[in-house]
């Protein structure tokens, strides 16, 4: 089974930046779509970046120009650097794997980021 912990969580005022981390274990990593998901307060899980083991590449509609997505298939940990934070950004995020970008089979238990105005 492929095991994900994330790090990173926090509290940030808006403008600032947070990264977080996701450390993948229990299959061959570089085999795996890799992804960030959140989830924030009365809303549904939205996709934030993911990467293919091919290296495409996809952020959702929030996310594109203020964050980025990288993988290190060495060490098996998939990151996620935020910049420009908003408090619409709140929420979740959880580290995700599987097949596809949309089709994720595995999930971290998530990390909290919370943004002040």
């Known amino acids: 089974q492929v095991q994900l912990v994330e790090t990173g969580g926090g509290l940030v005022q808006a403008g600032g930046s947070l990264r977080l981390s996701c450390a993948a274990s229990g299959r061959t990593f570089s085999s795996y779509a890799m992804g960030w998901f959140r989830q924030a307060p009365g809303k549904e899980r939205e996709l934030v970046a993911a990467m293919t083991s091919g290296g495409t590449i996809s952020y959702g509609y929030s996310a594109k120009g203020r964050f980025t997505i990288s993988r290190d298939n060495d060490k098996n940990t998939v990151n996620l650097q935020m910049n420009s934070l908003k408090p619409e950004d709140t929420g979740v995020y959880y580290c995700?794997?599987?097949?596809?970008?949309?089709?994720?089979?595995?999930w971290g238990k998530g990390t909290l980021v919370t943004v002040s105005s």
């Open positions: 995700a794997a599987g097949i596809a970008t949309m089709r994720m089979n595995y």
